[in-house]
């Protein structure tokens, strides 16, 4: 996919989705750092069931830690890998008040310092919480980046650095919640919905003609 195409493209997605987000539910930046970390491995749809019940309990770093480890636990049971997410929350909690002030830093030096905080997450609290332009890479954001042409790689690394050269500017705020969502919903893993695609005249996916 070529810069023409690109501009394209992420002008379609814009203008099917004008101001798109994340699915997460949150209210804060450090509701929205919670709900990132339980994402791992987990879908929104069963991360905003949980905190639907925790974040009522704990809506701050302090409130957290007074909810404790094992009351944490109780609410994100119903997730996968509950326990290393929940110890790593009461990490970052104690973190943040000690270091932070109670406050979710806006650098991403900070941010990948907090106990299970990588690259991704970061790169998606400074985007969705505080408006940075860069771009997280998920699974979903891989493939579609790959697939298209939009940015291929070899690892996430490569296709995040791909993408922040090749996505024009004044798409690059809201790059990832357009990739994220197209992968979710229509550039699929197993069965790609090409028919339902606004970009497929312009992807590079050798085998949509059999896809559905």
């Known amino acids: ?49 949980a905190t639907r019940r925790l974040f009522p309990l704990a809506r701050d770093p302090a409130a957290m830690l007074e909810l404790g480890e094992e009351g944490l636990r109780r609410c994100i049971r119903s997730i996968g890998l509950y326990n290393a997410k929940a110890k790593n929350i009461i990490a970052a909690c104690r973190k943040l008040r000690e270091e932070h002030g109670g406050e979710v830093p806006t650098t991403r030096a900070a941010l990948e310092s907090l106990p299970g905080v990588g690259r991704k997450t970061a790169n998606v609290v400074l985007n969705t919480a505080f408006g940075v332009p860069t771009i997280a890479v998920d699974t979903h954001i891989f493939r579609v980046s790959n697939r298209t042409g939009i940015a291929r790689g070899k690892n996430v690394r490569e296709v995040e650095e791909g993408l922040l050269r090749r996505v024009p500017p004044e798409f690059r705020q809201d790059a990832h919640h357009w990739l994220i969502l197209h992968g979710r919903y229509v550039c699929t893993a197993r069965r790609p919905r090409c028919r339902a695609c606004i970009i497929e005249d312009l992807c590079g996916f050798e085998d949509k003609q059999e896809a559905e």
Do not use: G, Y
């Open 1 to 49: 996919m070529n810069r023409t195409k690109r501009a394209v493209a992420f002008s379609r997605f814009r203008d099917a989705n004008p101001h798109p987000t994340t699915e997460l539910e949150f209210n804060s930046p450090f509701e929205l750092l919670v709900a990132v970390i339980l994402s791992a491995q987990a879908t929104d749809v069963s991360v905003n069931r």
